[in-house]
T-cell receptor, first 114, second 114 residues
Framework: EDQVTQSPEALRLQEGESSSLNCSYT??????LFWYRQDPGKGPEFLFT???AGEEKEKERLKATLTKKESFLHITAPKPEDSATYLC???????????????FGKGTHLIIQP | ETGVTQTPRHLVMGMTNKKSLKCEQH?????MYWYKQSAKKPLELMFVYNFKEQTENNSVPSRFSPECPNSSHLFLHLHTLQPEDSALYLC?????????????FGPGTRLTVL
């Protein structure tokens, strides 16, 4: 069973048309949930970290929220330059306390048409 | 140089070749990671290094051999690869301290195995 599921797989919006991307997760203990943006041929670019349910973070036209089962990335009045693949990842609580890898979803491919 | 750099950016190799991927982070972080990104699949964690010590090997075939000589450099040595190993290989780093866990990614090496 996938630990991180993102929906929709692809989304096409008109410039200025607000929408939300979903990331649902199943982990025994959440240490953090991360949102990244990835442009074609490039590495993921860090956007937000959310640690606990109810937390919200904003950056320009993007707002990320977190509940106990899912996270949303809200895009308000998007512009064509917001077109990218948005990745969600989780990090489980590591009893060892050291560095640990992230578990990623497959991403949402977002296209903003002018 | 800033952030996380990776060389080469593109690599084409035959199945009998031996090559190495290099990653360098200029962020003063103490943990480094290798991920594999294949088409239509989520990013897959390969290796984790914490303070130069390998703390995770995510069931990666032995034809991939990591090396971390210090906290700023990470290598991935490749030998006798298969065509299905063609993918984008991403390096990331993080600073493991209380409350701070974001991983920052390099641009990746696009590997093609013929």
């Amino acid at each position: 069973e996938d630990q991180v599921t993102q929906s929709p797989e692809a989304l096409r919006l008109q410039e200025g048309e607000s929408s939300s991307l979903n990331c649902s997760y199943t982990v025994s203990g959440l240490r953090g949930l991360f949102w990244y943006r990835q442009d074609p041929g490039k590495g993921p670019e860090f956007l937000f970290t959310l640690y606990s349910a109810g937390e919200e973070k904003e950056k320009e036209r993007l707002k990320a929220t977190l509940t106990k089962k899912e996270s949303f990335l809200h895009i308000t009045a998007p512009k064509p330059e917001d077109s990218a693949t948005y990745l969600c990842a989780v990090r489980e609580i590591n009893s060892g306390g050291g560095a640990d890898g992230l578990t990623f979803g497959k991403g949402t491919h977002l296209i903003i048409q002018p | 140089e800033t952030g996380v750099t990776q060389t080469p950016r593109h690599l084409v190799m035959g199945m009998t070749n031996k090559k190495s991927l290099k990653c360098e982070q200029h962020l003063g972080h103490n943990a480094m990671y290798w991920y594999k990104q294949s088409a239509k699949k989520p990013l897959e964690l390969m290796f984790v290094y914490n303070f130069k010590e390998q703390t995770e090997n995510n069931s990666v075939p032995s034809r991939f051999s990591p090396e971390c000589p210090n906290s700023s450099h990470l290598f991935l040595h490749l030998h006798t690869l298969q065509p299905e190993d063609s993918a984008l290989y991403l390096c990331a780093s993080s600073q493991e301290r209380l409350g701070i866990h974001e991983q920052f990614f390099g641009p990746g090496t696009r590997l093609t195995v013929l």
